[in-house]
């Protein structure tokens, strides 16, 4: 599997804010990355996240909100995996259109996936893409936008996707309603779908039954989701999980975690054609606080590993590409 991890501690959280804390150290972060990578040659994701809303400036370079300046991080053969978030209230998609391609253009060359706005599926919170107008057109249009100038450029390397949360019931049909907004074109310029899931964090799961549960949910997704909507031939990627430490979350149940979710999807990637996981984060935003989004880190805010940092580092030597 191809593997990867979100490097900075900045999270949203569910009241539509950030949870933060002390600044990141890049020299700290590209040591905790050497560590999990392992050998300079393999592949691995660095995810980073950017966003497009009213006050964004077309034509100059567009920073990467979290972490900063992250291409710093794409080398020993690392890359980015960027999340382009899509914030406009004015539903402004033709200048989130040109904002995709001046990120082609940036970073194309050092990005090996692009992800086209950020749970636009969920709308309660604006943190989330899904809460803003016409995000349904920012997605269709938006992965075509991505691939056409990634052609252009030939970047033959840069695979474009979306993603969202797990969808029961009604919002099964989330992603059929954007194929059949999109038709074929659409279809035929996916290159993978993301999945943000976070068992045992918002509604408790027994430690027994995970595994189940875990793959229970990647069956769901892949039979009830995507192949309906016609995306049943596209990998899946885990594009965020993570289990927060702090009061009643000790760092040992963390690390249990992590392995559990991690072998499951590694035990399934070939018959559900799970491409990869992204873990959601390298370290805690503020590791004094007790709020659940302020404790996701493999290490606290000081980069002192927990023991979920090691069980990753002996995943990804065992699992990865």
Not at 23 to 41: C, F, K
Not at 103 to 130: I, K
Request: charged share 20%.
């Amino acid at each position: 599997m191809l593997f990867g991890i979100y490097p900075g501690g900045i999270s949203g959280d569910d009241a539509g804010g950030l949870a933060v804390g002390p600044p990141d150290d890049p020299a700290r972060i590209s040591s905790a990355l050497d560590l999990l990578q392992g050998r300079p040659d393999r592949p691995f994701l660095v995810r980073a996240y950017t966003r497009f809303d009213d006050a964004t400036r077309l034509g100059e370079p567009h920073a990467t909100a979290t972490p900063a300046d992250a291409d710093r991080y794409a080398t020993r053969g690392r890359s980015l995996d960027l999340v382009a978030q899509y914030q406009s209230t004015a539903g402004d998609v033709d200048g989130y259109c040109d904002f995709l391609r001046e990120l082609v253009e940036q970073y194309g060359a050092v990005t090996s996936t692009l992800q086209v706005t950020e749970e636009p599926n969920f709308t309660s919170n604006p943190m989330l893409d899904g809460y803003y107008p016409a995000v349904h057109e920012a997605v269709v249009r938006g992965v075509s936008v991505v691939k056409e100038r990634a052609r252009e450029l030939g970047y033959t390397h840069l695979r474009a996707g979306f993603n969202t949360t797990p969808l029961f019931g009604p919002a099964t049909s989330f992603v059929a309603d954007l194929t059949h907004r999109g038709g074929e074109g659409f279809i035929a310029d996916l290159d993978y779908v993301g999945l943000d899931f976070f068992p045992d964090v918002f509604q408790p799961v027994a430690m027994p039954d995970l595994a189940l549960a875990v793959e229970g949910l990647l069956r769901h997704h892949r039979d009830a989701v995507l192949a309906p909507a016609g995306l049943g031939h596209l990998p899946l990627h885990i594009t965020e999980h993570g289990w927060p430490t702090g009061p009643h979350r000790p760092p040992h149940r963390q690390a249990d975690i992590v392995e559990t979710v991690v072998q499951v999807i590694a035990a399934q990637s070939e018959q559900l054609n799970l491409s990869g996981y992204t873990h959601f984060s390298l370290r805690d935003a503020d590791s004094a606080k007790p709020g659940l989004f302020h404790r996701f880190g493999l290490t606290t805010d000081d980069y002192t590993p927990k023991p979920a940092f090691d069980s990753m580092k002996t995943l990804i030597e065992r699992f990865s590409a």
